[in-house]
T-cell receptor
Framework: NAGVTQTPKFQVLKTGQSMTLQCAQDMNHNSMYWYRQDPGMGLRLIYYSASEGTTDKGEVPNGYNVSRLNKREFSLRLESAAPSQTSVYFC??????????????FGPGTRLTVL | AQRVTQPEKLLSVFKGAPVELKCNYSYSGSPELFWYVQYSRQRLQLLLRHISRESIKGFTADLNKGETSFHLKKPFAQEEDSAMYYCALLKSGAGKSTFGDGTTLTVKP
């Protein structure tokens, strides 16, 4: 099991450019999440998806869009990047059975810099 | 709205000293509460959850519904406990989660 994987690991964008962050999990989890982590501000929820085909806004959704392509994949898109979106982005999935029930499993993160 | 507050951004103790990381929450329903830890250059991982009521790596946390708190405690801190700790609340059913701002714990030799 690879768990939760994210690509890319690092990215530098210019203001106004667009990009998509990819996330996939191989644990057959229903719920998936996108967070951003900023110094002194902890983890803030951008979007989440309770199941395939559904997505909901979190605390800080402005400037982002998401796609739950299938049960495995949940992508985050920045249509027009801004310097305020410089952050570390984490994807997570939620365990749905057994000892892992309601435990969030995190990816390694994507460090994004917008110039 | 659900909210998680960790009042200390930084906490520093000496090896062998007791440590307590504070967490307060606000939520109208019955929350599930968790502590996650992020060691240097590693991904976030679950440390413990209130439902299991177990001790992990010497850490314990008790849910106090009256004070709406879920403080993390360890009687004798070790250097390897140095990490970022996040308190998190999961809204049951909807799966929406909220994290606190995190506390960076440094255990000095």
């Amino acid at each position: 099991n690879a768990g939760v994987t994210q690509t890319p690991k690092f990215q530098v964008l210019k203001t106004g450019q667009s990009m998509t962050l990819q996330c996939a999990q191989d644990m057959n989890h229903n719920s998936m999440y996108w967070y951003r982590q900023d110094p002194g501000m902890g983890l803030r929820l951008i979007y989440y998806s309770a199941s395939e085909g559904t997505t909901d806004k979190g605390e800080v959704p402005n400037g982002y869009n998401v796609s739950r392509l299938n049960k495995r994949e949940f992508s985050l898109r920045l249509e027009s990047a801004a310097p305020s979106q410089t952050s570390v982005y984490f994807c997570a999935s939620l365990g749905s059975a057994g000892e892992a029930y309601n435990e969030q499993f995190f990816g390694p993160g994507t460090r994004l810099t917008v110039l | 709205a659900q909210r998680v507050t960790q009042p200390e951004k930084l906490l520093s103790v000496f090896k062998g000293a007791p440590v307590e990381l504070k967490c307060n929450y606000s939520y109208s329903g019955s929350p599930e509460l968790f502590w996650y830890v992020q060691y240097s250059r590693q991904r976030l991982q679950l440390l413990l959850r209130h439902i299991s009521r177990e001790s992990i790596k010497g850490f314990t946390a008790d849910l106090n519904k009256g004070e709406t708190s879920f403080h993390l405690k360890k009687p004798f801190a070790q250097e390897e406990d140095s990490a970022m700790y996040y308190c998190a609340l999961l809204k049951s059913g909807a799966g929406k989660s909220t994290f606190g701002d995190g506390t960076t714990l440094t255990v000095k030799p």
